[in-house]
């Protein structure tokens, strides 16, 4: 008999017992026939209900386990489909229980392998897109939001693999062309112009699209190339029978000719562009006057440029500048250009010449900075060194005032004429703040430069005993000397030989202690930004070394 039966017998004979004491006591009371069946019929109302309740939520638990056995099969199936694999058979003779359990186990496993083929085949796709990106191909047809079954998987992973192999192979044959391109371009001193070639010479190689067509593209810009190398030097073997002819007509001095021979050695576009210089030079002797004059009217130009703080932009603006025809129409655009330039610097001449002081006063100012920071100033016995820290004080107070008076000048000078007033084609202020952090810049990067040879020569005193050696500053009170702390390094790391070739006790008994400090040394030159005094360390040490005697 099962352990549940034997526990409702015992449920039915506790009822029993129960009726019995209730019996018992109802006729000790003495309450009559009447009320006992009603008391009787309470009680059998109470356990009737108990055991209704009972039997519904158990029912409702079977209920429930049929419904879950129904949906997992009905998971499973889909999933099987979806998976492409064959459904499994269920056992015979299970329970409910353990059926539910086993179908909802499977449908775990199944859900797990549907979701480790989906993430695989996400990453394939993504590899494949890659590829496609870079060798410009279709994708594999597959669809991505179905789930592949195994076979798939393989085929697609072996297509990945023969495109990463072509993309080596195009990548390779890329990289040679490139490096006979680059040769060729130099050769021929050719800049890339379009954008396919500026990507296919200039950019990341892993960036270039190595498509079909683009390979292609390759061969015939390497074919151009190679082409206009042999015109090049066809070229230059015609201009040299030119020279030479000319050479002969204007008795050139053979020096001359020989200092042009040496520097056209090689096909290259210097020695075209040298070539065709010679020849322009040649065809231009007889105008040589007209020349002289229009190179003084230049030199005077760049003057009031450089006094009117063009760009480089503004000119390159004046193209008669650049002109290699020397003639007379050339000397008038040079004239009015100058004249144009001595009325727009008179115009302007107080602002101009306000920008002047502001430069020649940060450039002292630099100066000043640099020699502030040089250790051999303190060689000077001639009074000069506070006379030069005076001026640099007294310029970095007066410079902010400058560029304050500058701005307002400025913004007048804008509002007035209705443009932005900028200096070597920036804007001044712009100018003026990225002067300061280049000099900000320059003093951190010294700065650090001082504070690394200051440790490691810190560390080198300290291990070896060498005397400390600092400017010319005053020591705090009670910082040792650098006499004094030599003296305590060489006693301590035993400067005297003992006898009969023992090691010193002290310095055994402190190897460890030596150890550590050289650890501290190497701590302080690997990390610059910490900053430690010399006194200090050497002052520790000190102490350290009397304390372990």
């Known amino acids: 008999m099962r352990k549940s039966e034997i526990h409702a017998a015992e449920s039915v004979a506790c009822l029993d017992k129960a009726l019995g004491e209730l019996k018992d006591i109802w006729e000790e009371i003495g309450i009559p026939e009447d009320q006992r069946l009603q008391r009787t019929d309470a009680v059998h109302m109470h356990i009737k209900n108990l055991l209704d309740m009972m039997i519904a939520e158990e029912e409702g638990l079977k209920k429930r386990l049929l419904i879950s056995i129904e949906a997992c099969r009905k998971e499973v199936t889909s999933l099987c489909s979806e998976l492409q694999v064959q459904e499994c058979q269920e056992e015979d003779g299970v329970t409910m229980l353990q059926l539910e359990k086993d179908l909802r186990t499977q449908v775990k496993m199944m859900l797990k392998e549907k979701s480790a083929r989906q993430s695989e085949l996400k990453s394939l796709i993504q590899q494949d897109q890659d590829l496609c990106d870079i060798l410009c191909d279709d994708l594999f047809p597959i669809h991505p939001e179905r789930v592949p079954s195994q076979q798939q998987l393989q085929n697609y992973r072996q297509h990945i693999n023969t495109r990463n192999q072509e993309r080596e192979r195009r990548h390779a044959e890329f990289v040679g062309m490139k490096r006979q391109i680059t040769v060729l371009m130099e050769d021929l001193e050719q800049h890339p112009d379009t954008s396919f070639e500026k990507d296919a010479v200039c950019e990341d190689e892993d960036a270039f699209c190595l498509s079909v067509e683009n390979l292609s593209a390759l061969k015939v810009l390497l074919h151009q190339l190679e082409s206009r190398k042999a015109e090049s030097g066809a070229l230059c073997g015609s201009i040299r029978g030119r020279i030479e002819e000319l050479w002969e007509m204007l008795q050139v001095p053979e020096e001359e000719r020989e200092s ?28 040589k006057n007209i020349e002289r004059v229009i190179h003084t009217i230049r ?46 610097y008179a115009k302007h001449r107080e602002l101009y010449d306000a920008v002047s002081t502001w430069s020649s006063n940060w ?15 303190f060689n000077n016995r001639g009074g000069n060194l506070l006379k030069e820290e005076k001026q640099r004080v007294d310029l970095q107070k007066s410079l902010p005032k400058l560029e304050k008076s500058l701005k307002a000048q400025i913004d007048q000078w804008e509002a007035a004429h209705c443009k932005e007033f900028r200096v070597n084609g920036q804007l001044f202020l712009q100018y003026v703040e990225d002067q300061w952090d280049q000099h900000r810049m320059e003093k951190e990067r010294e700065k650090q430069e001082r504070q690394m040879k200051k440790m490691k020569q810190t560390e080198e005193d300290l291990l070896y005993g060498t005397t400390i050696r600092t400017p010319t500053k005053r020591r705090l009170a009670g910082t040792p000397t650098p006499g004094k702390t030599r003296k305590v390094l060489t006693a301590y790391l035993g400067a005297r030989t003992p006898g009969r070739g023992r090691t010193p006790r002290g310095l055994e008994r402190n190897k460890e202690n030596i150890s550590h400090l050289s650890g501290a040394l190497r701590t302080m030159a690997a990390s610059p930004q910490r900053y430690y005094s010399i006194t200090s360390v050497a002052s520790s040490y000190s102490e350290f070394a009397v304390s372990s005697r």
């Open 299 to 344: 030199s005077e130009i760049v003057k009031f440029w450089e006094k009117c703080y063009y760009s480089p932009e503004q000119r390159q603006a004046f193209t008669p500048y650049h002109s290699d025809d020397l003639d007379e129409e050339v000397l008038r655009e040079h004239e009015l250009e100058l004249e144009r330039l001595k009325e727009d």
């Open 363 to 377: 450039t002292l100012y630099q100066e000043l900075e640099k020699k502030a920071t040089d250790p051999s100033r």
């Open 260 to 287: 042009l021979m040496q520097n056209t050695r090689t096909s290259t576009k210097s020695r075209l562009n040298t070539l065709q210089a010679e020849l322009q030079r040649l065809e231009e002797l007889k105008e």
